[in-house]
């Protein structure tokens, strides 16, 4: 049966195939139709033509892209629809070495479990992962002993959805520790004397997401005023915060603190550049000064001391024992 996408309830078929939620499976068939997209064009379609028309969720994109080359890949160019598990599993070939499998280990930290969900989202879009594979490879991103607790504490665990199953890895790796400590140690994050302006910021935006900073009374998250608070109090150069401080009429975004830091920290070491340019050039003219010097004639006698032993061969040279030397 050959492909046809012309319009909503095809298209939905199609949405439905590529796993996309139900509650947004219209609004992107909507969209589709009427930016005119078809089965003819599906093949030229990038994550910046979806982005364009307004289609962004990095997920949903992810997953009609790799639709899209499931389909057409197909021999027959089948009509989207969902796959039966056991055509599906039979045509799933192991992903080659390097492609490697996310893993998980226990003690994890809240930001690492958040890179392992994004590494998980990477790893079945590159390998086109089937929905019945899903238990085995999350199983096998665990290491022992995580795999020990997953056996004994949730024996249903392999016969979880996707979404259980990644919720009870958390809940076994990862401690739900009170966001009053969170805030605790966001408040102590100072720059170190290394590190860059990003780097610094990086690491406080990573801790702020445990912190749940939200409004008391409408719940509204209030984060970036305590991320650019915390950056301009944890930085390591005073005379760059000092100046921030002077200056907060102008700078009153954690992006414009940010560009005004970044061009503080070049400048300073532009400066250092300068100044060891100017050391080098101190240090060589020096000997080179020494070496300009006339030699001291031999058997002539010293005006300052009265010796006649400065230029005589194997002595020291004038200016290294002479009391006189400089002054005459």
Known sequence: MALRLRDEPAWKTFLTAASIPDEIEAKYATILVENRLTEATISQLTVEHLTAINITVLGDVLAILGHIQTVLSSPALQAPHVESTTSTAAQFKPPPAAIKL??????????????????????????RLPTSEFASHLYSTCDESVQNTLINSFPEFLQLPEDQMLKTIESVVTKRANPVVHRMNFGNLTQHESESIQDFLVRIRTLAIDCEFSCPTC??????????????????????????????????TIEDIVKHAEAFETALRDQSQFQHSADVHAARASPYRKQKRPNFPPNQTCNGCGSKDHGIPGMPPRHSHCPAWGKT
Do not use: E
């Open 102 to 127: 996310p893993s998980v280990s226990s003690n994890m930290t809240h930001p690492q479990f958040r890179k392992f969900l994004i590494d998980w989202t990477v790893y079945k879009k590159i390998t």
């Open 219 to 252: 719940s509204v998250n209030i984060s970036a005023m305590h991320i650019r608070d915390q950056f301009i109090r944890g930085l390591h150069n005073v005379q760059l915060q000092t100046d921030i401080l002077a200056k907060a009429g102008n700078l009153k």
